[in-house]
């Protein structure tokens, strides 16, 4: 049984930072890529970041490049999400995923990924 289990969420003041985990257990972690959603209020769940299976691929949604870093730790079965200089749009339940197969036109697309965490919440105050 494959689970997906985040952690790290909480209330930051604005310019703050979080580092969010993610878990993983029933599946070989070094196989998969590793994506992060947010869902903000009101708003349809997007794209955040993601890393290649070997870690040597990162992409970012626009919004947060050069404020958030995305890596993982195939020792620890563990992705994470360094979010800095936090902003109140940030504010949102931020989710990992899981995909095999990725490529430079799929990865920010939700039903590329097969396994879903439960999501952290992460609220920005101003």
């Known amino acids: 049984q494959v689970q997906l289990v985040e952690s790290g969420g909480g209330l930051v003041q604005a310019g703050g930072s979080l580092r969010l985990s993610c878990a993983a257990s029933?599946?070989?972690?070094?196989?998969?890529?590793w994506g992060w959603f947010r869902q903000g209020p009101g708003k349809e769940r997007e794209f955040v970041a993601r890393i290649s299976a070997s870690g040597g691929s990162t992409d970012y949604a626009d919004s947060v490049k050069a404020r958030f870093t995305i890596s993982r730790d195939n020792a620890k079965n563990t992705a994470y999400l360094q979010m800095n200089s936090l902003k109140p749009e940030d504010t949102a339940v931020y989710y990992c995923?899981?995909?095999?197969?990725?490529?430079?036109?799929?990865?920010?697309?939700?039903?590329?990924?097969?396994?879903w965490g439960q999501g952290t919440q992460v609220t920005v105050s101003s």
């Open positions: 029933g599946l070989t972690f070094s196989s998969y890529h």
């Open positions: 995923a899981a995909a095999t197969l990725l490529s430079s036109n799929t990865y920010y697309l939700e039903k590329r990924y097969s396994y």
